[in-house]
Nanobody, 124 residues
Framework: QVQLVESGGGLVQAGGSLRLSCAAS????????MGWFRQAPGKEREFVAAVFWSGGRTYYEDSVKGRFTMSRDNAKNTVYLQMNRLKPEDTAVYYCAASSRGGTWYFGRSYDYWGQGTQVTVSS
């Protein structure tokens, strides 16, 4: 049992920055990798970034490479998504997810725990 709570969303101007946080709690955190997904109104949920516990390797969707950085603070059981040079097309609800089953990091079906989401709105 893992609970995930996102925070840090808000309204920013294009070109601005936000840092999202995802705090994990519950039983011992024996998940394989963590991910960030986002969903804009009327659109499918899409992969944003993932970080692996083993080695801390990160992966990013092409459109956010060089702008977003995912990281993990083991002591706090928290992952972050630093979002720089935000664009209006980044506007979405951002969800934190955890996978205890493994699989392909950019597939939502690989994750079995999900947070409630935090809204990110980027104005032009």
């Amino acid at each position: 049992q893992v609970q995930l709570v996102e925070s840090g969303g808000g309204l920013v101007q294009a070109g601005g920055s936000l840092r999202l946080s995802c705090a994990a709690s519950g039983r011992s955190f024996n998940t394989y990798f963590m991910g960030w997904f986002r969903q804009a109104p009327g659109k499918e949920r899409e992969f944003v970034a993932a970080v692996f516990w083993s080695g801390g390797r990160t992966y990013y969707e092409d459109s956010v490479k060089g702008r977003f950085t995912m990281s993990r603070d083991n002591a706090k059981n928290t992952v972050y998504l630093q979002m720089n040079r935000l664009k209006p097309e980044d506007t979405a609800v951002y969800y934190c997810a955890a996978s205890s089953r493994g699989g392909t990091w950019y597939f939502g079906r690989s994750y079995d725990y999900w947070g409630q989401g935090t809204q990110v709105t980027v104005s032009s």
